[in-house]
Structures are given as C-alpha cells and as structure tokens.
C-alpha cells in the first residue's frame, strides 16, 4: 500500500460490517476519537493498533512489500452504508460469499467498495433502491454464470 491512506479502507470495512466507531474502538482497545481519527486521514498507527482493529472487525492485517497493492478504496455513500447495514444485505452478502467460497467479510467490503467507485463513475449518489438494483444483477450473475 504504498503512500495509499489507510483511513478509507478502515472505513469501508467498519462500514461493510455494520459497526459503529464506538464498537470496533470497544473491541480492539481503543479510542473512538483514536479511530475518528485514521478513518479520516490523521496519524500513524502502529502494526500493533492496526493487528487490533483488524481483530475487531473480523479480519487479519496484511502488510506487502512490492507492486501489485489495490486501487484506494473512497468513502462510501451514504446510500451504501444504509444499504450495508440491512439484514437484505447480509443475507445476499452471504450468499454470494457461498457461492463463490468467499469470506462474507471479504465480500462485503469489496461490494461496499465497488458501489463507491460506481457512484463516483456516475458523478452523483444513487439511491438505495438503485443499489439494491445493481446487487441484485450480481446475485443473477452468480446463479447463472455465461
């Protein structure tokens, strides 16, 4: 992740779980300000801080040296976190994972992702109905594969 801000992709992974500052900050140990704060681009963690938030919200920490680090990941819309938080969401997060053998978390927080670069492709914030419309399309394209 070379100069790559690491802020946006906490985000997106709290987000894609449904989690809220306070309770990824209860679980790993600590400060909701502390957290705030890297989601929104301020500080330095360490490997220890960040081996504890990825504790916290299901994941590992993975650290590369060399090419190939993925494209930054922007804020999510708010339309997609909403989106991110149903129990629909869930449920199709999970299916699609099964499908694909997959981890859920994985998934979701590439979906969360994607539906932010696709916002920002449109130039504006589609609404939840049309984000229900483009994960819809991929649930048919997992059960019916070209």
Known sequence: MPNEPIGPRLRALRQASGRTVASVA?????????IANLENGRGNPTTNALSRLAAALGTELSIEFGSGAPA???PAPQSVVKLGRSRR???TVAALAAKSGQDPQDV???LISACGLLAEALGHEASEHDWWRVLDALV????HPA
């Open 72 to 74: 930054p990941i922007g």
């Open 108 to 110: 979701a927080t590439r």
């Open 89 to 91: 969401f869930r449920s």
């Open 140 to 143: 048919l394209i997992a059960d």
């Open 26 to 34: 209860a679980d790993a140990g600590l400060s909701v300000p502390y």
